[in-house]
């Protein structure tokens, strides 16, 4: 029975790693959990006392399940009702993982989070590996059964991918709120003047309802129709108090380390809207309001001791 809890033991001290890397594959909390799991049933059923380096083992085990949940999601996807969207994870959440280094924390940025989606699974897996994780390549190979050669390769490929992206600016936790807050005050206004001022001329606004909840899937773009879209969205009325149940408070927050808006009803997180930030202005405005990807947010929300009024009531 000791040894039994040793190996669940052993298996518990990797799984914030484990959930971290699955989350940065998968784009989304609860699939990354059920990887999770899954990884530990298969733990449970190998004979440990024969794995030389369990880390490497369970890193192997946890990467190849998500590169086959990867492979099926892109047909899944194909299906999908309006445009997808990763699941936002809000400030403290573990699952968020490493963020000591600013390769670790643009990793999980909420920005790159959407341009992985343009990588293939494999190309996805050998940059979260390296760029999150930081792990040699000889490492990565032998997890993705592929020479060092391609690893190498296939690394320097995403991360071309990724740099053809937006560049990003990184803030800290105060001045994402500072920008929240003057957001709010300009697309509260009432006006379209103030938001384009904080606005980049080629910024997009995109949606993820899941079918659920009514939402842009077709990307507006340009700052006009951005700014003019916003002002609607942030207008209180009783149609969207009716659909979420209720009046929606408005706080500043972050989410995947960059500037959100969090709407709450209740208790319940119905809503993350977030900032990609530039040196230019604000670049793109991604809503994340199916409820299914909210359910993590929602119970985080819950548990963390807020004080501070909302900055908004829709």
């Given at each position: 029975?000791?040894?039994i809890m040793s190996d669940v033991d052993r298996f518990e001290a990797a799984r914030p790693r484990l959930e971290a890397i699955a989350y940065r594959l998968l784009g989304s909390a609860s699939e990354a959990e059920d990887a999770v799991q899954e ?192 002002r609607g969205m942030f207008k209180p009325s009783a149609a969207k108090r009716a659909h979420v149940g209720g009046a929606a408070e408005v706080y500043a927050a972050t989410a995947n380390g960059g500037p959100a808006i969090v709407a709450v009803v ?49």
């Amino acid at each position: 029975m000791a040894l039994i809890m040793s190996d669940v033991d052993r298996f518990e001290a990797a799984r914030p790693r484990l959930e971290a890397i699955a989350y940065r594959l998968l784009g989304s909390a609860s699939e990354a959990e059920d990887a999770v799991q899954e990884t530990f049933l298969r733990w449970q059923a190998a004979d440990v006392g024969r794995i030389g380096v369990p880390e490497a083992w369970l890193t192997k085990v946890l990467t190849n399940w998500c590169l086959n949940v990867l492979t099926s999601a892109r047909a899944r996807r194909e299906t999908y009702v309006g445009k997808w969207l990763p699941e936002p994870l809000l400030a403290g959440d573990p699952m968020l993982g490493p963020a000591d280094t600013a390769e670790q924390r643009d990793s999980v940025s909420y920005a790159v989070l959407v341009l992985l989606e343009r990588l293939t699974p494999g190309e996805r897996a050998v940059y979260v590996l390296r760029e999150a994780f930081d792990y040699p390549h000889r490492e990565i190979a032998e997890v993705l059964e592929i020479t060092e050669a391609a690893s190498q390769q296939t690394y320097h490929r995403a991360r071309k991918h990724i740099a053809d992206g937006r560049a990003r600016t990184e803030v800290d936790e105060g001045a994402a709120r500072r920008i929240v807050e003057e957001f709010l005050a300009a697309a509260t206004s009432g006006r379209t003047e103030p938001l384009l001022r904080l606005l980049t001329q080629d910024a997009l606004a995109v949606g993820d309802g899941g079918g659920k909840v009514p939402a842009r899937a077709k990307a507006f773009e340009g700052a006009l129709a951005v700014a003019t879209f916003l002002r609607g969205m942030f207008k209180p009325s009783a149609a969207k108090r009716a659909h979420v149940g209720g009046a929606a408070e408005v706080y500043a927050a972050t989410a995947n380390g960059g500037p959100a808006i969090v709407a709450v009803v209740d208790g319940r997180v119905v809503a993350v809207v977030c900032l990609e930030v530039t040196a230019e202005g604000v670049a793109a405005v991604r809503s994340q309001v199916n409820p299914d990807k909210l359910v993590r947010a929602t119970g985080h929300w819950a548990a963390a001791d807020r004080g501070e009024a909302p900055l908004h009531t829709l």
